[in-house]
């Protein structure tokens, strides 16, 4: 799938400019620039989905629904929906080194609901079009937040039963009573449609393609388990099990992440419908898409629902081959990425042989006992290999909170001594470019390094912390940052090892 190539890991929140967060405009065309100028041939986002409570990519209102938050003003004051002082009205002015996603969300939907006023006719046949196209998942969507602006709450279940159970006649008359706020939903995903594809064709256009990613699990408050609950195992309106992992070294009660599991018999049935039509959608959205616990294809940690941890669950066989089979044959040439990380078995390393599709590889991971797979050059070509992933420390917080073993040995093994671990960060601090270096060298056919150690950061930048609640996602860069990247440097060590 990947050629010999590399990769940076930036989500779009993170990105500089005036509203408050990344957004799909001009400062993204200027990232792709610097990604051009540094030789790296991918960028890899996060979900770029409509986040539920907590902010987190990973926990989504829809599984094909965009983030209305990354909708960009300038744009919309562009094609004529904004005037320039309602432009500068939707502009941020507190700090810029994180977001502050409440208010910023405030500003951007005070945006897009005065540039709804200004749909034309000509517009609205443009929204008209995308909504046949979408028309498996976005009515559905646009219904399911109506819902829950006009009751106040996502939790489906509390609902009116009309509304909970989908009364189709009580739901129709419901959705003529609220058409503006209906329309206004519709409106907002075509708007994030249009805006992401003009931004996904600059980037192909410059010679960087985009890896997204994909979580498995859908929110239990989404109008994907409000308008499919026969795909999941839901009995009355209640999860009967819940997703999560089992205990581990790390975390001797498991993570109980409450996601509902799939009725893989259900699914089964109507040939994987739903399954087919997310995956094509995301490889419509970017050119390769990486999914999110792939291991769960294989067999998936159930928890009984109203559990304390995730101690009280038990492996289940997922549906394997059968699923990816369907996926073959609807899409042959797909570009997916398996994030094959954490508990794995024989089982699932023969799911991954069999779909073909590459793995995943972290360097971080390497210098633990029991981890030589993670070492570089232990690596198969057919592997994407990290520095480290969003869920990862920093290069320099991983030297600085390592075991001294471990420090030692991962030191040895790029060619460094314990005085060059604390010598200054910054986008030239020698750790970070002998992590690169030694991975650059390796067979994988894609390295990826995320943004905050191309900056040389520290582990107070960690973009995710697993298991811990609150503090997340919110790391901003800066225009200062950007223009001290040594892209040089990154492009001749890309020229180097053969990955332009």
Not at 228 to 244: C, N, R, S
């Amino acid at each position: 799938m990947f050629n010999r190539s590399s990769g940076l890991l930036a989500h779009i929140t993170m990105l500089p400019g005036p509203y408050g967060s990344g957004t799909f405009g001009k400062e993204s065309r200027l990232f792709v620039d610097m990604l051009k100028e540094s030789g790296f041939s991918w960028w890899q986002v996060l979900p770029l989905g409509h986040p539920d409570l907590g902010d987190s990519p990973y926990t989504a209102f829809s599984a094909f629904a965009l983030n209305p938050l990354l909708a960009d003003p300038g744009l919309l004051a562009e094609w004529g929906l904004l005037t320039q002082e309602e432009e500068q009205a939707a502009r941020w002015q507190g700090q810029e080194y994180w977001v502050d996603f409440d208010a910023v969300k405030v500003l951007r939907e005070t945006a897009l609901r005065i540039a709804f006023t200004r749909v034309n006719s000509e517009i609205q046949k443009e929204i008209d079009d995308f909504t046949k196209e979408e028309s498996y998942w976005l009515p559905d969507y646009a219904l399911f937040m109506t819902l829950v602006k006009v009751m106040g709450d996502a939790d489906w279940t509390k609902w009116p039963i009309p509304y909970s159970n989908r009364d189709e006649e009580s739901l129709t008359k419901f959705r003529e009573e609220n058409l503006q706020e209906y329309s206004y939903h519709i409106f907002v995903q075509w708007v994030l449609s249009k805006q992401w594809k003009d931004l996904h064709n600059y980037a192909n256009n410059h010679s960087v393609k985009i890896l997204g990613d994909m979580p498995i699990y859908p929110s239990f408050r989404s109008a994907d388990l409000w308008s499919h609950p026969e795909l999941f195992q839901v009995e009355d309106g209640k999860l009967t099990e819940v997703a999560g992992c089992p205990p581990d070294f790390f975390n001797e009660d498991g993570q109980l992440w409450g996601n509902p599991l799939y009725n893989w018999d259900a699914m089964d049935k109507d040939s994987y419908k739903w399954w087919l039509a997310r995956i094509g959608s995301a490889l419509e959205t970017y050119d390769a898409v990486r999914i999110d616990h792939f291991r769960g294809f294989s067999a998936f940690w159930s928890i009984p629902a109203g559990s304390e941890s995730a101690k009280a669950g038990c492996w289940v066989k997922g549906p394997g081959m059968k699923l990816f089979t369907k996926v073959k044959e609807v899409y042959p040439d797909a570009n997916i990425l398996a994030e094959d990380l954490g508990s794995l078995d024989e089982d699932v390393y023969k799911l991954i042989d069999d779909t073909g599709y590459p793995g995943m590889r972290v360097m971080q991971f390497a210098f633990a006992p029991c981890n030589e797979p993670h070492l570089p050059h232990n690596y198969s070509e057919n592997v994407a290999a990290y520095t480290g992933t969003h869920d990862n420390n920093t290069i320099l917080g991983y030297f600085y909170e390592a075991p001294e073993w471990e420090r030692d040995y991962a030191l040895r093994y790029i060619g460094l001594t314990e005085k060059d671990v604390w010598t200054i960060g910054g986008p030239g601090a020698p750790l970070v470019r002998a992590v690169a270096r030694c991975l650059w060298q390796s067979k994988a056919n894609l390295t990826v390094i995320p943004y905050q150690d191309v900056a040389g950061w520290g582990r107070d930048t960690r973009f995710n912390r697993p298991g811990v609640a609150e503090g997340n996602w919110n790391i901003r860069i800066t225009w200062d940052s950007l223009n001290k990247i040594d892209r040089g440097w990154y492009w001749q060590l890309n020229k180097d090892f053969g990955r332009i």
